[in-house]
């Protein structure tokens, strides 16, 4: 019997966007998001060319991406970017990652300054800037601030609103500042709407050692207390950071409204109410303030 010659041996056949998905150990949404960002193609494409042969460099850097999402890491950090309020936003590990609830402190910020003629805002803890560039892109006549005592988060933030607004909005340039809350904003400002995400997660919660928020910044999630005390401080200093009729609002964590309400009550804020995300949790808290 002649001896088999290399020729004769059998070939793998080469790797297809189908193929990949099919063996793919990852929620199908999640392995078409990755595939997707590795190849620069769009969701359709994975469709209209599954049978296309992949070079070998793309098919081992999804297989890369791939094993870190299985080993836990958030893929909006693996491919840079998360979309909020139908704007895509630059996401490192220095950011926290925008989340579809907080649009909900977008929609009811907007809501607040849908009469006012080129209100004032401040969002306190911006992160990424999601919550202030969005709000900025609605409201192009909006003054906005956004403060963050992380210098790395700020230059996230920087960068999403440069590529994602118009340099010549009415309302000017997003004004980006490392703060420790309201410390160093100059004390002639006053806002017409303050909006913050601030860390709530209390310091002993088992969600900081779960899922997605293992890989994010923890001074973003938690205050290292139980979970208000960064909440007393934002709702504490707002008086005197508001104009007459101003408003507050809050994120909160899921069991957290009663008592982000009782704490704006006491700092003598009206009109306190808690609204509630699409999943029927009281999401947000907030009041007005008389002046």
């Not at 049978?51 to 890491?73: F, I, K, M, N, T």
Request: no cysteine; hydrophobic share 40%; net charge negative.
């Amino acid at each position: 019997m002649s001896q088999q010659t290399k020729a004769d041996e059998p070939r793998m056949s080469p790797a297809t966007p189908a193929a990949l998905l099919r063996a793919s150990p990852l929620p199908p949404l999640e392995a078409r998001v990755l595939l997707t960002h590795v190849l620069g193609w769009r969701h359709t494409q994975l469709i209209t060319r599954g049978d296309e042969p992949l070079a070998g460099a793309s098919v081992e850097r999804y297989r890369a991406l791939e094993a870190r999402r299985v080993a836990g890491e958030p893929v909006a950090q693996l491919i840079g970017a998360r979309e909020f309020f139908g704007l895509e936003f630059e996401v490192t590990p220095d950011v926290l990652i925008p989340r579809p609830e907080t649009e909900l402190l977008v929609e009811t910020a907007l809501s607040e300054m849908d009469k006012l003629p080129r209100p004032r805002l401040l969002d306190l803890g911006t992160g990424t800037g999601a919550i202030a560039v969005a709000i900025a892109s609605m409201r192009p006549d909006a003054r906005v601030w956004a403060l963050d005592r992380s210098s790395e988060a700020l230059a996230v933030a920087t960068r999403n609103a440069a590529r994602l607004l118009d340099a010549n909005r009415p309302g000017g340039a997003v004004v980006f500042q490392h703060s420790d809350w309201y410390d160093s904003l100059d004390a002639a400002l006053r806002f017409e709407v303050i909006v913050s995400n601030p860390p709530y997660i209390a310091s002993g919660d088992p969600h900081l050692s779960e899922g997605d928020l293992r890989f994010e910044p923890r001074g973003a999630l938690t205050d290292e207390a139980d979970g208000l005390s960064a909440i007393r401080a934002i709702i504490g200093g707002a008086p005197t950071r508001l104009s007459a009729n101003g408003v507050l609002w809050i994120e909160h964590g899921y069991d957290q409204a009663e008592a982000v309400r009782a704490l704006l009550s006491a700092r003598d804020f009206e009109e306190v109410r808690s609204e509630r995300d699409l999943a029927g949790i009281e999401r947000i808290s907030g009041g007005r303030w008389p002046g």
